[in-house]
Structures are given as C-alpha cells and as structure tokens.
C-alpha cells in the first residue's frame, strides 16, 4: 500500500508568517511530487510541482524535496487569510503516466 | 491547462436510485481519472478512463457500482448505481496536462444519498 503521510492540522499561523506543511511518502521509485490547494467547497488546485532534491521557488511558495528522506514541505511566506485552505500533497508514482496517491490534507488557518 | 466542465455540481438522491456525473474538457485528452473525496477526507481514484477502452478501476471500486464511459477524447460520464446513503461524497473528474505536470479537476459534484 503505496501511503502519502501529513499532519492533519488545523495549523493556524499569524497573518504574515511563515506556514510550514508537510509531508512523507513511502513509496522510493516515486519521482514528482505535487502540493493542490483546495479552498472548502472547491476541487483542488495545482499550486506546486517537485521533481527534483533541494528547493523550488515560485512567489511565496516554496517546495522542497528530499528523496532520501522521503519527505516533501511546502512553505508559504507572508501567509495571507486567503492561504486559509486544505493542502493536499500528492505522489504520482508513475513516472510515464498519472497514478497520484494523495495525502490526507492539512488544514491551514491564517489569523488576521 | 485544460478546463473542464462537470455536472451536476450537486444533487441529492433517492437510495436504491442511480446517478450520471458528466466532464466535459475543452481540448482532447488521453487519459481521464475520476475521483472520490468522502467528507472530510482526501481524494481516493475510482478508476482511469481512456476513449475505447474500458475503465480500469481501483481496489475497492467496481464496475457494476461505478460504469463508466468514455465515448471520445473529450468526454466521460461516471454513474453512481443503487446508491445508499456510504455513497454520499464528492466526486471529481479529472485529466493530466501533460505527463508529470499534475492534473487539472472539474469543479466536483456533491453527492447527497438520502
């Protein structure tokens, strides 16, 4: 059983700090990595992909890869009450083709 | 990315009562994924649907409970059969981009079983 692991949360952080989320995967071979946004109510939306080991940046997102650890973290700096949302990591185990397996989500909830 | 029009956005049903879900996607896909997302809980796949094939269905999930179609590249329905009240969830389409860059959901359909 292929398992993606995160804290559940709720993780409540001050408006303008830092929100760190994680995240663990059993799987070894997996090789993309993937953080959705989803907003109650709302499907899911692609905020970051990861590929490789090390960090990726785009705006106030942050993801960060170590596949020897087997753990992936997404940070968004300057967090906004609009970040207030469920964050769902994502393995896709197969590198030719789509076979995610998604985490359980953790809550965010940034405090004006 | 590609978008995707799904309906309905929500119903409430009858047990014993069957449900049809429909994506639609405004470009041609191979492959079409559909989801399940039971309350509170994060997204399980039901099966991959690709045009002229059969769906391939995940453990757990069957055929006869969950008949899909997939009559052309941009097109795909899901059917909740003899629903009961466990089948309460949200369901979601969705289709990859292009390998290894994530996949794009329809907007979901709230599924009520009363």
């Known amino acids: 059983q292929k398992e993606v692991e995160q804290n559940s949360g709720p993780l409540s952080v001050p408006e303008g700090a830092i929100a760190s989320l994680n995240c663990t995967y059993s799987?070894?071979?997996?090789?993309?990595f993937f953080w959705y946004r989803q907003y109650s109510g709302k499907s899911p939306e692609l905020i970051m992909s990861?590929?490789?080991?090390g960090d990726k940046e785009d705006g106030r997102f942050t993801a960060q890869l170590n596949k020897a650890s087997q753990y992936v973290s997404l940070l968004i700096r300057d967090s906004q009450p609009s970040d207030s949302a469920t964050y769902l990591c994502?393995?896709?185990?197969?590198?030719?083709?789509?076979?995610?397996?998604f985490g359980p989500g953790t809550r965010l909830s940034v405090l004006p | 990315s590609a978008v995707i029009s799904q309906k309905p956005s929500r119903d409430i049903c009858q047990r014993g009562t069957s449900l049809t879900i429909q994506c639609q996607v405004d470009s041609q896909v191979t492959m079409m994924f559909w989801y399940r997302q039971q309350p509170g809980q994060s997204l399980t796949l039901i099966a991959t649907?690709?045009?002229?094939?059969?769906?391939?269905?995940e453990s757990g999930f069957v055929i006869d409970k969950f008949p899909i179609s997939r009559p052309n590249l941009t097109f795909s329905t899901l059917t909740v059969s003899n629903m009961s009240p466990e089948d309460s969830s949200i369901y979601l389409c969705?289709?990859?981009?292009?390998?290894?860059?994530?996949?794009?959901f329809g907007s979901g359909t709230r599924l009520t079983v009363v």
């Open positions: 990861i590929y490789s080991n």
């Open positions: 649907a690709n045009q002229g094939s059969e769906a391939t269905y």
């Open positions: 994502a393995v896709n185990l197969d590198n030719y083709g789509q076979n995610f397996v």
């Open positions: 969705s289709v990859e981009d292009t390998p290894n860059l994530g996949t794009t």
């Open positions: 799987d070894r071979v997996s090789q993309s």
